[in-house]
């Protein structure tokens, strides 16, 4: 169970989904694996491109278009993947990348992605929770979200999600749902998985970073706060 769904997936995912009570409101999201030609049957099907960031350097690395009945997200070293408009169901293009970088993807971008399509509201934060609720950190990739979460999990705090941060309407505030049994640490930060009493978890891959396995909370819970990130060069609350 992560982002409110209930996930039934072909491989066994790490750090494994705990059955929970009552159901996840946004009900059941299936994941599988489907070969290279099927894939590319369907992205030559008529669609619209609805995302491509550009970065830095000028090179297109992400992509998003809106098929018929479909959505097809591409990411570049990270393979292909389809997702069904109402979100039910996720395709994985087999064997062009390690599992490592398929679940990367997949808990970063398919998933996220299925639970907006089922009614949820995401957020680009990691998040962590304490007696009075969830705490959100939010800003842009690379400023320090899973590194300040980490410290914070290792500090006593309870790890909510990595990276994406799922949200549904709730009495008086917003529930935080819990995200999968996943954090994408920094290689500079993979001496962590070894303190803290396994508050981190294991070691369970790699990709661009190091893939560590933080048992999250087992229900939603308030939003508390939202945190944003900037840098600068000192310290300062406001």
Known sequence: VAFG???????????GFADVSPAPA?????????????????????????????????????TIDRGEDCYRLWFEGYGRMLVTADGTEIACEEDVVSQDRRERFLFAQALPLAATLRGFEPLHASAVS???????????SGIGKTTLASRLVLRGAEFVTDDVLVLESGRGAPLAHPGPSFMAVPHDDRVLLEEGDGRLGA????????????RPVAQPRPLYALVHLESGPKVELA
Do not use: M
């Not at 209930?6 to 750090?15: A, N």
């Not at 694996?33 to 090179?59: C, K, M, S």
């Not at 969830?134 to 842009?140: E, I, K, N, Q």
């Open 130 to 140: 304490g007696k009075h609720g969830v705490t959100a950190l939010l800003g842009p």
């Open 203 to 214: 070691r369970r891959g790699e990709s661009d970073k190091v893939h560590a396995s933080p």
């Open 26 to 62: 946004g009900g059941l999201t299936t994941v599988g694996l489907l070969d290279t030609e099927a894939v590319d049957t369907e992205w030559n099907r008529p669609g619209e491109r609805i995302f491509q960031p550009r970065y830095p350097d000028g090179h297109i690395r992400f």
């Open 5 to 15: 769904l209930d996930i039934r997936c072909e491989w066994p995912l790490p750090g």
